[in-house]
């Protein structure tokens, strides 16, 4: 995949205004939102049960975060996914902390079972979790360093989970089962602030909406994001966490397809 | 009108520092509160059943925001509102996303009929909504650009509701069903970051809390938010949305009394 | 106790890096979370009373914020703070706006009795509350200026609840029922940002999980945080509260432990 196709994907983005539906977690609803805001998409959260399928039909896109889960959130996610099953818009799910609880577990396969999901992004513990394949390690609701081989494992949980899984960390892979790429974009501020997973998950969803296979769309939000994160590096200097958050906002609005084309790193890993 | 009864009702705001029940929505809760308290308000956030009617005792005014929504809230808000009705105070409604699906619309009616409503504020889509009048668009819990006649809208919203109605839109819009007021401040910004309408609501609140009747109330809340958001446009120059949410709140706790004499610009149009 | 105590501290919660587990309201969890991270520490949040207490046992710290407290979530909290306890993790507790309403007051006290607690934190207001004393006002969930003696509440507080107390305000003072130390850092823009109270709870939390007797952690946590304080003030001049915000969890990121050496005001309190 070249990265003209990111690109081109951006500004379709932007030209379509997708909407992107989330169910998630309490700490990064104000940060999601205004992130797809930035970004040229529209978002919209709704949660209850007696909504979630009306409100999915609205919807390019759902995105399912399990960061601060209850079991009536679970029935709503199942819900809603299901209602954009039937219509056709990709699912995505971040399966935030699943390695943490039994109860975070559980749910992921649920909904993994009883939703077609088009798209799974986490870091590689939480992957690996859901393969049950052991040797990734985690702290809470964040991963530590991997030093496992993260292009198998992306491969594997794809063909495992027969979606297409996202792996990000210092390097972040996509795969959908077959093939592998590598996005070598971002930046290390993107672990100090909270919800930058998440976010990147419904920019992902915005860009699955747009229409590219979901390999590629999800590979055109990891190398659009990655440039913005550069970028917004660039602005924060060393200020802190607190200016890194808000200089995220502004590149996830300002990064053109341009940025994309010139500063894109993406390689294809021959497992 | 004049801009002087807004700048003068912002210092009375101030001075007096009226206490702010809010029950809103998981997206805009801290921007909300910190809006509140740069204004020079006071916010509190409370939606337990247990609790609100209490809580609705201790307040100057109090918001109802359905932006996520569920059965339990809608309770709560029935109970606030009654309490609040009970002491007097001003109760606001804010019907996020009522056009988006059937919960939504049967919530907002369910607290119209229910409680006694001083001010609702929504765009023009989720006013007309409300009336289920046809030809205004929305996207999710956003309007389209409005091109139908908002201030005959705003008259017949206040005439059928029985509350003070505000639009906001690239013209913002306050009628009691005789009157119609209409402010031309504000920035395209606040389009750009989520919960400025959320929060405006809020404000709305406030200022009704310290004393003038609802429509010269909202009017000056309108003044100020809307030359504030000048202010904050000013400072962010082209930055971004980050940095115009950050440049908001600053400009809520520097925008004088004087600035909203100077700078506001309210009509009165015949309808 | 010397400021070279916090300044220790705070290096080895930056070299421990502790997981903190909040049960907390719904308007500070961006914030909170951020400023854990901005700090060092890695946060969780996790409400759902399926999975509280497995998250408190991989937990170095549990904080519960009773902010917008519902039934459901004083369940989950009395779980958690029991699992805590099973694992001898450090438990604080903070009353926001527990004299606001006779839901939020019984809930304070069964956890007070239900858990061991380790720290209590909040303004005068409340803890004066807690101790049912009266002659200390708050509005909503903010207190105003305290003018009674500070010092014999917190040490009154802190042998009637039988925990390390933390009343926060132009001074903070902490006792454990027999010592009484004072803290004179600080600055006055942290009333002016919400949640900056709630943050701070974690932090000792934080500090807590790092080993020393609570007391001592807790008066480290307040200088580290009021010299933070005093440090995002400074680069904030008088922008605004949007920027203080900001300006705070950079300023928690940078702050070195030769800064809370230098700059921390410490006191003994005979009282």
């Known amino acids: 995949m070249k990265t003209s196709i990111a690109s081109h994907l951006l500004e379709k983005v932007r030209a379509e205004n997708p909407l992107v539906h989330n169910i998630t977690n309490q700490v990064v609803t104000n ?7 930035a970004l ?17 039909q609205l919807a390019d896109a759902l995105v399912l975060n399990i960061g601060t889960l209850t ?21 995505l799910l971040d399966p935030v902390g699943v390695g943490a609880t039994t109860f975070r577990l559980k749910a992921a396969k649920q909904l993994l079972e009883q939703v ?94 747009a229409g590219e296979r979901p390999l590629h769309a999800s590979a055109a939000a990891l190398l659009f994001y990655g440039v913005a994160a550069e970028k917004a590096a660039q602005y924060t200097q060393n200020k802190g966490p607190g200016t890194f958050q808000m200089e995220l906002l502004n590149a996830l609005s300002h990064t053109t397809g341009n940025d994309v084309l010139t500063l894109g790193k993406i390689g294809r890993n021959v497992t």
């Open 71 to 91: 079991k009536e959130t679970v029935e709503s996610m199942i819900l809603a996914g299901q209602s954009a099953n039937k219509k056709g818009i990709p699912v």
């Open 116 to 209: 077609n999901i088009t798209v799974v992004r986490g870091n590689a513990a939480e992957i690996a979790h859901l393969l049950e394949v052991d040797g990734w390690e985690s702290k809470g609701v964040d991963a530590k360093a991997a030093n496992g081989d993260v292009s198998a494992l992306v491969k594997q949980a794809a063909k495992t989970l027969q979606t297409v899984v996202v792996i990000t960390g210092e390097v972040d892979v996509v795969s959908d089962g077959e093939d592998v790429l590598s996005i070598h974009n971002g930046h290390e501020w993107l672990t100090k602030v909270t919800g930058t997973g998440c976010l990147l998950t419904s920019v992902i969803g915005a860009f699955c909406a």
């Open 31 to 37: 940060f999601t939102a205004n992130g797809l805001l």
């Open 40 to 56: 040229g998409a529209s978002p919209v959260m709704a949660n209850a049960k007696e909504e979630v399928a009306e409100m999915a």
